[in-house]
């Protein structure tokens, strides 16, 4: 399943943040996840936190008081057993009928589904995560990714032990990167490819040349149009909001220009709505990536 990140496609694969949630389908759930699958969704980004008596709960840290019913203690703080007898909140602050999944029946509920992308495991007990994916069988459907630092890293330190298991290292400059493949080559880790945030236009990330030459090594390059919190976006001035509320081909057909095999976004739906309209497609066409419209639509259905 793996395999489909670094095969080339007539549209980037998308990423959804999360899953896709709204209404009484509460993020980093089993629900938002198919939910984000059903919308054409090629990979779902989820997040692990450790629970106090070290279980691992599919979980993003400081979330408590926007989604669960009682708020506190903190999830690191709590018991699996309590933490199973709370309740997620809907949208509209009504309370749901279903709780936290521990990551086995997280993983247990998708196996077979589509990718899936491990973040966040540096939060949770690493070696156990890892052996859960092992016991499930289940590496050959799961990227994980971390930052890396120079030195001692828990997560590449665990990663070297599991030659199955694909990595992808979160980097935020170029310098990171260089960072990254050192340290992995140090530790016999191969990289499957990288996520790269951004804040300018002439940032190393954004070059053609460099995206071209990941995809020549094998890897593929995965941008971030994702926004959170009204922070700036993550691929300069390229993310979802733009998109969304602007011409799509100057924000998500840029960054598809440019060649990132994998763009992660909240909004699934419109996004393949752009990749998949005539609009796209002639662009595609114009660039003779494909000799006729008969091609490019095989691709897609292929897809």
Same mark, same amino acid.
């Given at each position: 399943?793996?395999?489909?990140?670094?095969?080339?496609?007539?549209?980037?694969?998308?990423?959804?943040?999360?899953?896709?949630? @709204? !209404?009484?389908? %509460? +993020?980093?759930? #089993?629900?938002?996840? =198919?939910?984000?699958?059903? /919308? @054409? !969704?090629?990979? %779902? +980004?989820?997040? #692990?936190?450790?629970? =106090?008596?070290?279980?691992? /709960?599919?979980?993003?840290?400081?979330?408590?008081?926007?989604?669960?019913?009682?708020?506190?203690?903190?999830?690191?703080?709590?018991?699996?057993?309590?933490?199973?007898?709370?309740?997620?909140?809907?949208?509209?602050?009504?309370?749901?009928?279903?709780?936290?999944?521990?990551?086995?029946?997280?993983?247990?509920?998708?196996?077979?589904?589509?990718?899936?992308?491990?973040?966040?495991?540096?939060?949770?007990?690493?070696?156990?995560?890892?052996?859960?994916?092992?016991?499930?069988?289940?590496?050959?459907?799961?990227?994980?990714?971390?930052?890396?630092?120079?030195?001692?890293?828990?997560?590449?330190?665990?990663?070297?032990?599991?030659?199955?298991?694909?990595?992808?290292?979160?980097?935020?400059?170029?310098?990171?990167?260089?960072?990254?493949?050192?340290?992995?080559?140090?530790?016999?880790?191969?990289?499957?490819?990288?996520?790269?945030?951004?804040?300018?236009g002439s940032d190393e990330f954004m070059d053609p040349e460099f995206i071209a030459e990941e995809?020549?090594?094998?890897?593929?390059?995965?941008?971030?149009?994702?926004?959170?919190?009204?922070?700036?976006?993550?691929?300069?001035?390229?993310?979802?909001?733009?998109?969304?509320?602007?011409?799509?081909?100057?924000?998500?057909?840029?960054?598809?220009?440019?060649?990132?095999?994998?763009?992660?976004?909240?909004?699934?739906?419109?996004?393949?709505?752009?990749?998949?309209?005539?609009?796209?497609?002639?662009?595609?066409?114009?660039?003779?990536?494909?000799?006729?419209?008969?091609?490019?639509?095989?691709?897609?259905?292929?897809?």
């Open positions: 399943m793996l395999n489909k990140l670094t095969e080339s496609g007539f549209r980037p694969l998308i990423a959804v943040h999360r899953g896709k949630s @709204g !209404a009484a389908v %509460v +993020e980093n759930t #089993v629900y938002s996840a =198919l939910n984000a699958f059903n /919308a @054409g !969704a090629d990979i %779902v +980004e989820f997040d #692990v936190q450790r629970t =106090l008596d070290n279980k691992i /709960a599919v979980f993003h840290e400081g979330m408590e008081f926007k989604l669960l019913f009682p708020c506190l203690p903190p999830v690191m703080f709590s018991l699996m057993g309590e933490l199973k007898k709370r309740r997620y909140r809907s949208e509209s602050e009504g309370l749901l009928n279903y709780g936290i999944c521990d990551l086995e029946e997280y993983l247990s509920a998708l196996k077979g589904k589509g990718i899936l992308n491990f973040d966040r495991i540096w939060c949770a007990d690493i070696k156990k995560c890892l052996e859960t994916v092992k016991r499930l069988g289940m590496f050959d459907q799961i990227l994980f990714k971390s930052k890396v630092c120079e030195g001692k890293n828990k997560v590449l330190d665990h990663l070297k032990n599991y030659p199955e298991a694909w990595f992808m290292p979160i980097c935020k400059s170029y310098r990171s990167y260089l960072t990254a493949k050192g340290e992995c080559a140090k530790r016999g880790i191969v990289i499957r490819g990288t996520e790269v945030i951004f804040k300018s995809k020549k090594e094998g890897r593929f390059v995965w941008a971030n149009s994702i926004h959170l919190n009204g922070k700036p976006d993550m691929c300069f001035n390229h993310g979802d909001n733009f998109a969304l509320f602007g011409d799509p081909d100057e924000h998500w057909g840029v960054l598809a220009d440019l060649g990132y095999g994998v763009i992660q976004t909240d909004w699934p739906e419109a996004m393949l709505k752009y990749f998949d309209s005539e609009r796209y497609k002639a662009k595609v066409l114009k660039k003779k990536t494909y000799k006729t419209s008969a091609d490019l639509t095989n691709a897609a259905a292929r897809e």
